[in-house]
């Protein structure tokens, strides 16, 4: 190899940031069960966020109490200190507090028909954390749903009615689908709060 090759090599090895896990963004979940079907939310966001390759992606143990949201003597310098343990550079907590279905009134002909529409329903919050710089990015409500497929009632405006009720595949497909939406926007919303770690920022 030619001396001029050599120094090439060694100055692209300076110059070039280098990507480690002191860059990499920690997710952690943590989901409310759903009563109506199985959820996966992190196993789709986990999908989503391998299209990553410029960072690591590191997940966090959803059962570790540290990172408990409701406790109130955890501090920023706290959630800092979890963080470098793993090397990463933001902390991403992504916490669902309610996954449901939900009967909403469409339209009505007085003391005739009543329609009713079929929600599939996420809420939760997403916060971020820059572990670096010990300050938080964001934190922001989540709310995804889907629509399930029209119910018509006919003669009694009664939202209990076993005939509004969605067969149990459908409600696995609505729960499907919504998981990917909820996915997909929070991905985004991952990508773009934590520029940080792509831009050397």
């Not at 069960?33 to 690591?56: K, M, R, Y």
């Not at 990172?67 to 669902?96: C, H, K, N, W």
């Not at 009720?165 to 919504?178: A, G, I, N, Q, S």
């Amino acid at each position: 190899m030619s001396r001029q090759v050599c120094i090439f090599i060694a100055a692209v090895l300076i110059v070039a940031p280098a990507v480690s896990a002191g860059d990499g963004i920690m997710v952690k979940i943590t989901s409310a069960p759903c009563p109506w079907a199985d959820t996966h939310l992190e196993e789709v966001l986990g999908i989503d966020l391998s299209t990553i390759t410029t960072v690591p992606v590191i997940w966090l143990d959803s059962s570790d109490s540290l990172l408990s949201p409701v406790d109130p003597q955890t501090t920023f310098s706290d959630l800092a200190a979890y963080g470098r343990r793993f090397g990463g550079r933001y902390l991403v907590e992504v916490m669902i507090d309610r996954i449901d279905l939900e009967k909403r009134k469409k339209s009505v002909i007085p003391l005739l028909l009543f329609r009713y529409r079929v929600y599939g329903v996420m809420t939760g919050t997403l916060r971020i954390i820059d572990v670096e710089k010990e300050r938080l990015v964001d934190m922001q409500a989540l709310t995804y749903e889907i629509e399930a497929a029209c119910q018509v009632q006919v003669f009694d405006d009664d939202e209990d009615d076993p005939a509004l009720l969605l067969p149990p595949d459908d409600k696995m497909r609505l729960f499907r689908r919504l998981d990917e939406r909820a996915a997909a926007g929070i991905c985004v919303e991952i990508r773009k709060l934590t520029r940080g770690a792509f831009l050397g920022g």
